[in-house]
C-alpha cells in the first residue's frame, strides 16, 4: 500500500485514508508520512538523518568528500528501504521550500539538525550552494537551508536510479521515460518529486539552463506518470484520486513548461485539466462603475467562471487557514476598492445584435483559448449568464490555480505595458480575489502580488501596489531584518502545511525575487537608493549590475562585478556580463572555460556574426556557428538561440542545420510563423515542396496572419504544386492585406490570370440542378466581387473580370467591365502627353467597340425581348469621337490616331 501513502504526500492532503490501510504500510513510513502532512518536516528530518547515521559526522572542508559521504550513508540507510528514502526526501524539500519559498521559517535550522559549529555551518552553506550551481551560474547564496536540496536530489537520484547531475559534463542528458506496467508507484512518484526538485533548484538560478529543464520536462511528458501511481491503488479509490493526481500533473505539467520559456506548449494542458476539473469561464464585457462619483456604468471586461466542485478549496479538517494574507485596502478618495458590474445581459437579444452590426454572425465560442471570449450574450454558457457578477461563487483550489496560470502564461506571451492585456489579467486577478468562502494562503498571496504588479503601471493605484507588495514580502517572515509595515495580528497563526499546499501547482516565487521586483519598481520610479539598498541586502551583484548598465551607468555596473570577479573568481555569469558592457570576447572565453555558461557562448555567437568596427574582424558565420553549437548542446530548450542558428544557417547555405534549427523552434513554439516560414525556406533549398507547403500551411493560420511575405510564399509553393485552392486563397488574402497600402498593385495578375483560365475551361451550370464546385464558387466572388474594389487602372484587371462575366452568361456585366476599363483609362492625365498612355487607351477603346458589337444584340438581363446595348452603334461612334477630339492636337498623325479612324470607319 505504498501508493496510497505516496499519493497522499504528493497531493499534500489529509483527506487520503491513510488509517484505513494503516495494517498494510509499514508504520515508520505512515508516522512519518502524517508529520509531513501535519507539517512537521524537522522531525522526520532529525529522525532519519540520524537513523541513517548522517549528523554530526562531516567538517566539510573537502566537498567532494561530503558529497560522497551523503550518497555512500543514504545507500547504505536506504537501499532496501526506498519508501522510508522517498519520505526523508520528501521532508526535506518540503522544507527548504518552506525556508525559501512560502514561510514561515523553520524552528529548526539545517545546521543545527546537523549538530553543526557557526564555522562549519559556513562551509557547508558554501558547499550546497557549490553543488547547486549550474553551468557558471551560481545559485542564489543567501537561500537557507540549501544542503536539505541537496539531500534531497541525492536522495531521489537513488530511488529512481538515475544519474546524478551534480557536477557533470552534461555531454549527454539522461531523459526519463515512465513505462506504467514496468514502473512502481514508489519509483513514480520518487520521479514526479525529482520534478519538483528540480524546478526548485532552477528557481534558485538567474535563468534556466543545463539538462535540469530538460530532465524535469521529460518527467512531465506523459501522463502515464500517473498511471504508474495509480494502478498500484485500491479499486474503490482508484477513481476519484486518479482524477486528483492528474489534476495535480497536469497543472504541474503548465508550472514545468513556464519554468523553461517552453510557454507556448501549455495551453494544450491546460485545456486537459479544464475537462478534467469541469471548470467553466469565459472572459465577456460587462458595464461597470470604477469610480466613486460615476453615475453611469461604463464598459469594461470580466471573468465569469464556475466550478463543478467548490468544495473540495481545502480540508475540512481544524487545521485549514483561518486567515488569508493581508489585503490593504486603496482608500482612494476618487477609485472604489473593488468595480461595481451591472448584470451581465439586461439587454434585449435584438438590441445588442443591432448595435454590433460587424460582428461575423458566424462567431461562437472558442474554448481552445488561453481567455474563451463572449462577444454577445447567448456566446456565454448559461450557467454562468446566471451569475451575479457582483457576488460569484467561490472557485475550487484547483481552478483558481488554473487561471493563474493562465495569467502567467499570458503575462509571458504578449508585450509588457499592453491596456488591453492588463484589462485582461485586472479581470483574471479579480475573480481569484474578489470571492468569498475560505481562502488558500498560496493562491490568494499570487492573487495579491498580480494584481499588485498590475496596479504598480497606473498612478492612481501604484502606492497600494508597492505597499501590498512589501506586505506580502514581509508577511513570508522569512530572513526579513527590518520591516517597513506593522505585522498583522493573527498572521503567525497560518501553519506551514496550508502554505504548502498549491506551491508545486504555481510558478514557484522565492523570497529573494520578490524583493528583486520590488526593487525593479523602485528603479523604474527612479528611486535608486531603495533599489540599490535591496540589491545590497540581497547580495545579488549581476542584478544590480544590469540595472546599472540599462540606466546608462556602466561604469558602477563594472565597478561592482570586477569587486565580485575578485571575491568569486569562478563566477562565470559575473564574468559574462562584464563582456556584455565590455564587449570583450576575452571575458566571454574565460566565462566559458570556468564554468561553461551558455550565455557567454551566445555572446561570442553574437560578436563573430556582427563584430564592431573596432575589432578590426569581418563577419565570420561559420565561427558563429560553431559558438551557437556549443551553446545548444548545453541548453537545447532556448528558443532565440535556436532561431538565431537557423538564421544564420539560412544565409550560410546550410540547409540541414537551417531545417533542424527551425524544426526545434516550431517544437519550442507551435504558433511562430515566422519559424515555419524559414523552415519552409529550408526546405524548398532541399527541394521538398509538401514539406514546405505543409511548414507555410501551419505558417499562415499561427500568429501572424497579415505577413503578406508568408502568404506570397504560401501562394509560390502551392502554384508549384499545382494546388489551385490554395493558389486562390493566398491570392485573396493578399489583396485584402495589401489593398488598403498599394491598391491594385495588390494583385498579381499573372496568377489572376491562371486562375481565371481553370475557371473557365469548363461550363457553367446551365440549370439549377447543377452545382459549382467550392474552387469555382470561391474564384468567381474573388474575380467578379472582390477585385472589382480594388482595381483602379489596371485594364488587364477588367478583362479578366469581363471574361468571368461572360462565362456566367451575363453579357451584361461583361460589357460593363469593358465600359469600366476604357473609363479608367481615357481619364489618364497623361493621355495627352505620353504616346504609350495614348496607344493603350486606343487599345482600350477598340475593346471596348469589339464589346458594344458583340455584346450588344444578346439578350439582356431583363430576359427576353431586353438587348444589353440596343443603341450599341451610337455608344461606340460616340466613345471613338470623344477619344480622337481629346488626341487631336497632340497624336493626330500618330499609330494610335489612323487605327481610331479605321475604327469609326469600319462603323
Same mark, same amino acid.
Given at each position: 500500500?505504498?501508493?496510497?501513502?505516496?499519493?497522499?504526500?504528493?497531493?499534500?492532503?489529509?483527506?487520503?485514508?491513510?488509517?484505513?490501510?494503516?495494517?498494510?504500510?509499514?508504520?515508520?513510513?505512515?508516522?512519518?508520512?502524517?508529520?509531513?502532512?501535519?507539517g512537521k518536516?524537522?522531525?522526520?528530518?532529525?529522525?532519519?538523518?540520524?537513523?541513517?547515521d548522517?549528523?554530526?559526522?562531516?567538517?566539510?572542508?573537502?566537498?567532494?568528500?561530503?558529497?560522497?559521504?551523503?550518497?555512500?550513508?543514504?545507500?547504505?540507510?536506504?537501499?532496501?528501504?526506498?519508501?522510508?528514502?522517498?519520505?526523508?526526501?520528501?521532508?526535506?524539500?518540503?522544507s527548504?521550500?518552506?525556508?525559501?519559498?512560502?514561510?514561515?521559517?523553520?524552528l529548526?535550522?539545517?545546521?543545527?539538525?546537523?549538530?553543526?559549529?557557526?564555522?562549519?555551518?559556513?562551509?557547508?552553506?558554501?558547499?550546497?550552494?557549490?553543488?547547486?550551481?549550474?553551468?557558471?551560474?551560481?545559485?542564489y547564496?543567501?537561500?537557507?537551508?540549501?544542503v536539505?536540496?541537496?539531500?534531497?536530489?541525492?536522495?531521489?537520484?537513488?530511488?529512481?536510479?538515475?544519474?546524478?547531475?551534480?557536477g557533470?559534463d552534461?555531454?549527454?542528458?539522461?531523459?526519463?521515460e515512465?513505462?506504467?506496467?514496468?514502473?512502481?508507484?514508489?519509483?513514480?512518484?520518487?520521479?514526479w518529486?525529482?520534478?519538483?526538485?528540480?524546478?526548485?533548484?532552477?528557481?534558485?538560478?538567474?535563468?534556466?539552463?543545463g539538462?535540469?529543464?530538460?530532465?524535469?520536462?521529460?518527467?512531465?511528458n506523459?501522463?502515464?506518470?500517473?498511471?504508474?501511481?495509480?494502478?498500484?491503488?485500491?479499486?474503490?479509490l482508484?477513481?476519484?484520486?486518479?482524477?486528483?493526481?492528474?489534476?495535480?500533473?497536469?497543472?504541474?505539467?503548465?508550472?514545468?513548461?513556464?519554468?523553461?520559456?517552453?510557454?507556448?506548449?501549455?495551453?494544450?494542458?491546460?485545456a486537459?485539466?479544464?475537462?478534467?476539473?469541469?471548470?467553466?469561464f469565459?472572459?465577456?464585457?460587462?458595464?461597470?462603475?470604477?469610480?466613486?462619483?460615476?453615475?453611469?456604468?461604463?464598459?469594461?471586461?470580466?471573468?465569469?467562471a464556475h466550478s463543478?466542485?467548490?468544495?473540495?478549496?481545502?480540508?475540512?479538517?481544524?487545521?485549514?487557514?483561518?486567515?488569508?494574507?493581508?489585503?490593504?485596502?486603496?482608500?482612494?478618495?476618487?477609485?472604489?476598492?473593488?468595480?461595481?458590474?451591472?448584470?451581465?445581459g439586461?439587454?434585449?437579444?435584438?438590441?445588442?445584435i443591432?448595435?454590433?452590426?460587424?460582428?461575423?454572425?458566424?462567431?461562437?465560442?472558442?474554448?481552445?483559448?488561453?481567455?474563451?471570449?463572449?462577444?454577445?450574450?447567448?456566446?456565454?454558457?448559461?450557467?454562468?449568464?446566471?451569475l451575479?457578477?457582483n457576488?460569484?461563487?467561490?472557485?475550487?483550489?484547483?481552478?483558481?490555480?488554473q487561471?493563474?496560470?493562465?495569467?502567467?502564461?499570458?503575462?509571458?506571451?504578449?508585450?509588457?505595458q499592453? +491596456?488591453? $492585456? @492588463?484589462?485582461?489579467?485586472?479581470? &483574471?486577478?479579480? =475573480?481569484? !480575489?474578489? *470571492? %468569498?468562502g475560505?481562502?488558500?494562503?498560496t493562491?490568494?498571496?499570487?492573487?495579491?502580488?498580480?494584481?499588485s504588479?498590475?496596479?504598480?503601471?497606473?498612478?492612481?493605484?501604484?502606492?497600494?501596489?508597492?505597499?501590498?507588495?512589501? +506586505?506580502? $514580502? @514581509?508577511e513570508?517572515?522569512?530572513? &526579513?531584518?527590518? =520591516?517597513? !509595515?506593522? *505585522? %498583522?495580528?493573527g498572521?503567525?497563526?497560518?501553519?506551514?502545511?496550508?502554505?504548502?499546499?498549491?506551491?508545486?501547482?504555481?510558478p514557484?516565487l522565492?523570497?529573494?525575487?520578490?524583493?528583486?521586483?520590488?526593487?525593479?519598481?523602485?528603479?523604474?520610479?527612479?528611486?535608486?537608493?531603495?533599489a540599490?539598498?535591496?540589491?545590497?541586502?540581497?547580495?545579488?551583484?549581476?542584478e544590480a549590475?544590469?540595472?546599472?548598465?540599462?540606466?546608462?551607468?556602466?561604469?558602477?555596473?563594472?565597478?561592482?562585478l570586477?569587486?565580485?570577479?575578485?571575491?568569486?573568481?569562478?563566477?562565470?555569469?559575473?564574468?559574462?556580463i562584464?563582456?556584455?558592457?565590455?564587449?570583450?570576447?576575452?571575458?566571454?572565453?574565460?566565462?566559458?572555460?570556468?564554468?561553461?555558461?551558455?550565455?557567454a557562448?551566445?555572446s561570442l555567437?553574437?560578436?563573430?556574426?556582427?563584430?564592431?568596427?573596432?575589432?578590426g574582424?569581418?563577419?565570420?558565420?561559420?565561427a558563429?556557428?560553431?559558438?551557437?553549437?556549443?551553446s545548444?548542446?548545453?541548453?537545447?530548450?532556448?528558443?532565440?538561440?535556436?532561431?538565431?542558428?537557423g538564421?544564420?544557417?539560412?544565409?550560410?547555405?546550410?540547409?540541414?542545420?537551417?531545417?533542424?534549427?527551425?524544426?526545434?523552434?516550431?517544437?519550442?513554439?507551435?504558433?511562430?510563423?515566422?519559424?515555419?516560414?524559414?523552415?519552409?525556406?529550408?526546405?524548398?533549398?532541399?527541394?521538398?515542396?509538401?514539406?514546405?507547403?505543409?511548414c507555410?500551411?501551419?505558417?499562415?493560420s499561427?500568429?501572424?496572419?497579415?505577413?503578406?511575405?508568408?502568404?506570397?510564399?504560401?501562394?509560390?509553393?502551392?502554384?508549384?504544386?499545382?494546388?489551385?485552392?490554395?493558389?486562390?486563397?493566398?491570392?485573396?488574402?493578399?489583396v485584402?492585406?495589401?489593398?488598403?497600402?498599394?491598391?491594385?498593385?495588390?494583385?498579381?495578375?499573372?496568377?489572376?490570370e491562371?486562375?481565371?483560365?481553370?475557371?473557365?475551361t469548363s461550363?457553367?451550370?446551365?440549370?439549377?440542378?447543377?452545382?459549382?464546385?467550392?474552387f469555382?464558387?470561391?474564384?468567381?466572388?474573388?474575380?467578379?466581387?472582390?477585385?472589382?474594389?480594388?482595381?483602379?487602372?489596371?485594364?488587364?484587371?477588367?478583362?479578366?473580370?469581363?471574361?468571368?462575366e461572360?462565362w456566367?452568361k451575363?453579357?451584361?456585366?461583361?460589357?460593363e467591365?469593358?465600359?469600366?476599363?476604357?473609363?479608367?483609362?481615357?481619364?489618364?492625365?497623361?493621355?495627352?502627353?505620353?504616346?504609350?498612355?495614348?496607344?493603350?487607351?486606343v487599345?482600350?477603346?477598340?475593346?471596348?467597340?469589339?464589346?458594344y458589337?458583340?455584346?450588344?444584340?444578346?439578350?439582356g438581363?431583363h430576359g427576353?425581348?431586353?438587348?444589353?446595348?440596343?443603341?450599341?452603334?451610337?455608344?461606340?461612334?460616340?466613345?471613338?469621337?470623344?477619344?480622337?477630339?481629346?488626341?487631336?492636337?497632340?497624336?493626330?498623325?500618330?499609330?494610335?490616331?489612323?487605327?481610331?479612324?479605321?475604327?469609326?470607319n469600319n462603323?
Amino acid at each position: 500500500m505504498e501508493a496510497i501513502l505516496q499519493t497522499a504526500l504528493l497531493l499534500g492532503s489529509k483527506n487520503v485514508p491513510l488509517d484505513e490501510f494503516s495494517g498494510e504500510i509499514d508504520a515508520t513510513c505512515l508516522v512519518n508520512a502524517k508529520l509531513i502532512l501535519s507539517g512537521k518536516h524537522d522531525t522526520v528530518i532529525q529522525e532519519l538523518l540520524r537513523a541513517a547515521d548522517v549528523t554530526g559526522k562531516y567538517d566539510f572542508d573537502d566537498p567532494q568528500e561530503t558529497y560522497s559521504g551523503f550518497q555512500n550513508r543514504f545507500s547504505v540507510a536506504y537501499k532496501n528501504h526506498p519508501n522510508l528514502a522517498l519520505v526523508l526526501a520528501i521532508a526535506l524539500l518540503q522544507s527548504f521550500i518552506q525556508s525559501n519559498f512560502t514561510g514561515p521559517g523553520a524552528l529548526k535550522s539545517s545546521s543545527e539538525i546537523l549538530g553543526c559549529t557557526n564555522d562549519q555551518n559556513e562551509k557547508l552553506h558554501r558547499f550546497s550552494i557549490t553543488l547547486l550551481s549550474v553551468l557558471g551560474q551560481p545559485a542564489y547564496r543567501l537561500c537557507d537551508n540549501a544542503v536539505y536540496l541537496v539531500m534531497a536530489l541525492i536522495l531521489l537520484e537513488q530511488v529512481t536510479q538515475q544519474p546524478s547531475l551534480f557536477g557533470q559534463d552534461f555531454q549527454e542528458t539522461a531523459l526519463v521515460e515512465i513505462v506504467p506496467a514496468q514502473t512502481s508507484a514508489v519509483v513514480a512518484s520518487a520521479h514526479w518529486w525529482r520534478a519538483r526538485a528540480l524546478l526548485a533548484q532552477l528557481s534558485l538560478l538567474s535563468e534556466p539552463t543545463g539538462p535540469h529543464p530538460m530532465v524535469a520536462s521529460s518527467i512531465f511528458n506523459s501522463i502515464d506518470l500517473v498511471y504508474a501511481i495509480s494502478k498500484e491503488l485500491p479499486s474503490h479509490l482508484k477513481s476519484s484520486v486518479e482524477n486528483q493526481l492528474g489534476v495535480s500533473f497536469y497543472l504541474e505539467n503548465v508550472k514545468c513548461s513556464l519554468a523553461t520559456n517552453t510557454e507556448h506548449m501549455c495551453l494544450p494542458t491546460l485545456a486537459k485539466v479544464q475537462k478534467l476539473t469541469q471548470f467553466q469561464f469565459v472572459l465577456t464585457g460587462a458595464r461597470a462603475k470604477r469610480t466613486k462619483y460615476q453615475s453611469e456604468f461604463r464598459s469594461g471586461l470580466i471573468i465569469l467562471a464556475h466550478s463543478q466542485q467548490a468544495s473540495n478549496n481545502t480540508d475540512s479538517s481544524d487545521d485549514s487557514v483561518k486567515e488569508a494574507p493581508e489585503t490593504l485596502a486603496l482608500e482612494s478618495d476618487h477609485l472604489l476598492e473593488k468595480p461595481v458590474y451591472e448584470s451581465i445581459g439586461n439587454e434585449p437579444l435584438d438590441e445588442q445584435i443591432v448595435k454590433r452590426p460587424k460582428i461575423d454572425q458566424d462567431y461562437s465560442l472558442d474554448e481552445e483559448r488561453l481567455l474563451p471570449i463572449a462577444i454577445r450574450q447567448e456566446d456565454i454558457p448559461l450557467v454562468l449568464r446566471e451569475l451575479d457578477p457582483n457576488d460569484q461563487p467561490t472557485l475550487s483550489d484547483d481552478d483558481n490555480a488554473q487561471l493563474l496560470l493562465r495569467l502567467q502564461v499570458i503575462r509571458q506571451t504578449t508585450p509588457a505595458q499592453n +491596456s488591453m $492585456v @492588463e484589462q485582461e489579467l485586472s479581470a &483574471i486577478v479579480n =475573480r481569484v !480575489l474578489y *470571492q %468569498s468562502g475560505k481562502k488558500n494562503w498560496t493562491l490568494f498571496s499570487r492573487g495579491l502580488w498580480e494584481r499588485s504588479l498590475i496596479e504598480t503601471t497606473k498612478a492612481k493605484t501604484i502606492e497600494r501596489g508597492l505597499l501590498q507588495m512589501q +506586505s506580502l $514580502v @514581509e508577511e513570508l517572515d522569512l530572513s &526579513i531584518s527590518t =520591516r517597513m !509595515l506593522p *505585522q %498583522s495580528s493573527g498572521g503567525d497563526s497560518t501553519q506551514a502545511v496550508e502554505r504548502l499546499r498549491y506551491v508545486h501547482k504555481l510558478p514557484f516565487l522565492p523570497r529573494w525575487a520578490m524583493d528583486v521586483t520590488l526593487a525593479e519598481k523602485y528603479m523604474s520610479l527612479g528611486v535608486m537608493k531603495s533599489a540599490v539598498e535591496i540589491y545590497e541586502r540581497l547580495s545579488m551583484v549581476c542584478e544590480a549590475a544590469l540595472c546599472y548598465a540599462a540606466v546608462g551607468d556602466e561604469k558602477t555596473a563594472e565597478k561592482i562585478l570586477i569587486k565580485n570577479i575578485e571575491e568569486n573568481p569562478n563566477d562565470a555569469r559575473a564574468l559574462s556580463i562584464l563582456g556584455d558592457i565590455r564587449q570583450d570576447p576575452d571575458l566571454w572565453t574565460k566565462s566559458w572555460e570556468i564554468g561553461k555558461h551558455v550565455n557567454a557562448k551566445n555572446s561570442l555567437a553574437k560578436h563573430y556574426y556582427n563584430p564592431p568596427s573596432s575589432s578590426g574582424l569581418t563577419k565570420d558565420p561559420i565561427a558563429c556557428i560553431k559558438h551557437l553549437n556549443d551553446s545548444l548542446r548545453l541548453y537545447p530548450l532556448s528558443f532565440e538561440t535556436w532561431y538565431f542558428y537557423g538564421c544564420v544557417g539560412l544565409e550560410c547555405g546550410k540547409m540541414d542545420l537551417a531545417a533542424e534549427a527551425f524544426t526545434r523552434c516550431v517544437s519550442l513554439d507551435a504558433t511562430h510563423s515566422i519559424s515555419w516560414s524559414n523552415l519552409s525556406a529550408a526546405f524548398i533549398e532541399q527541394g521538398k515542396l509538401k514539406e514546405a507547403h505543409s511548414c507555410l500551411s501551419k505558417a499562415v493560420s499561427s500568429d501572424s496572419p497579415n505577413n503578406w511575405r508568408i502568404w506570397e510564399n504560401f501562394m509560390l509553393v502551392s502554384i508549384k504544386l499545382n494546388m489551385w485552392p490554395d493558389v486562390l486563397l493566398a491570392c485573396r488574402k493578399l489583396v485584402d492585406i495589401r489593398k488598403d497600402k498599394v491598391g491594385e498593385f495588390s494583385i498579381d495578375m499573372p496568377v489572376v490570370e491562371k486562375l481565371v483560365e481553370l475557371l473557365v475551361t469548363s461550363d457553367f451550370p446551365a440549370n439549377t440542378s447543377q452545382r459549382l464546385t467550392h474552387f469555382q464558387t470561391s474564384c468567381m466572388e474573388f474575380i467578379c466581387d472582390t477585385l472589382p474594389t480594388v482595381v483602379t487602372t489596371s485594364s488587364e484587371c477588367w478583362k479578366q473580370v469581363a471574361k468571368v462575366e461572360m462565362w456566367r452568361k451575363r453579357p451584361w456585366a461583361s460589357l460593363e467591365c469593358y465600359e469600366k476599363e476604357y473609363r479608367a483609362m481615357s481619364h489618364n492625365p497623361d493621355l495627352e502627353f505620353d504616346e504609350k498612355v495614348w496607344n493603350a487607351t486606343v487599345e482600350t477603346c477598340d475593346d471596348l467597340v469589339s464589346a458594344y458589337e458583340s455584346l450588344g444584340e444578346m439578350e439582356g438581363k431583363h430576359g427576353p425581348g431586353s438587348a444589353v446595348c440596343g443603341d450599341w452603334k451610337y455608344k461606340a461612334r460616340s466613345v471613338i469621337k470623344s477619344l480622337m477630339s481629346r488626341g487631336r492636337s497632340s497624336w493626330e498623325d500618330s499609330e494610335g490616331w489612323e487605327k481610331l479612324l479605321e475604327l469609326r470607319n469600319n462603323l
